[in-house]
């Protein structure tokens, strides 16, 4: 069974103070790795997609990485506008529907 | 392009009363998936479509009914409401074909009194 996990539950960073949030994974054969962020009464809105280990993808502040077991999002400076939950999501490759394992989410409060 | 819509957006229950989710995407999708998400936790899988006329279960199916019958249109509908299903509920859609990135709905809030 596919499995995801997501640390810390909650982090609160005073704006410009750089931090990592993390997901450990399993999965039968990774398809992809997908970072959402998900603001209040809002749906997941898509960041990274994640394929192989050593793979790094970058937006703004925010950068993703992956290795074999867990898959770093590092987050550079961030302002009170990066407060949100970010998601972590694994698609195995085995699924024919593409389905999404999703771990439970970091939410992350940036403080002015 | 709308994306991907869903209504209502918050709708009040009483137990055993039945309704349905609407969700519609615009962007031809042909896979198309619902979630439900507690508080504090992630997304769980409820039904899934590769296509009209396909559907199979996901992770947490109990309670829960879907069809398929246009590619536009994956409506779920819970005959029996029960408290256990107060959640908010997600609908996404996919492109199998192009960038396998899940497009997501904006949600709909389910209270079950």
């Known amino acids: 069974e596919d499995q995801v996990t997501q640390s810390p539950e909650a982090l609160r960073l005073q704006e410009g103070e750089s931090s990592s949030l993390n997901c450990s994974y399993t999965?039968?054969?990774?398809?992809?790795l997908f970072w959402y962020r998900q603001d209040p009464g809002k749906g997941p809105e898509f960041l990274f997609t994640?394929?192989?280990a050593g793979e790094e993808k970058e937006k703004e502040r925010l950068k993703a990485t992956l290795t074999k077991k867990e898959s770093f999002l590092h987050i550079t400076a961030p302002k009170p506008e990066d407060s949100a939950t970010y998601l972590c999501a694994v698609q195995a490759r085995a699924g024919s529907a593409r389905q999404l394992t999703f771990g439970s989410g970091t939410q992350l409060t940036v403080l002015p | 392009n709308a994306g991907v819509t869903q209504t209502p957006k918050f709708r009040i229950l009483k137990i055993g009363q039945s309704m349905t989710l609407q969700c519609t995407q615009d962007m031809n999708h042909n896979y198309m998936y619902w979630y439900r998400q507690d508080p504090g936790m992630g997304l769980k899988l409820i039904y899934y479509?590769?296509?009209?006329?396909?559907?199979d279960k996901g992770e947490v199916p109990n309670g829960y009914n879907v069809s398929r019958s246009t590619t536009e249109d994956f409506p779920l509908r819970l005959e029996l409401a029960a408290p256990s299903q107060t959640s908010v509920y997600f609908c996404?859609?996919?492109?199998?074909?192009?960038?396998?990135?899940?497009?997501f709905g904006p949600g709909t809030r389910l209270l079950v009194l």
């Open positions: 999965v039968s054969g990774l398809r992809g």
């Open positions: 479509s590769v296509g009209a006329g396909i559907t």
């Open positions: 994640l394929y192989s």
């Open positions: 996404a859609s996919i492109d199998s074909g192009g960038v396998e990135t899940q497009y």
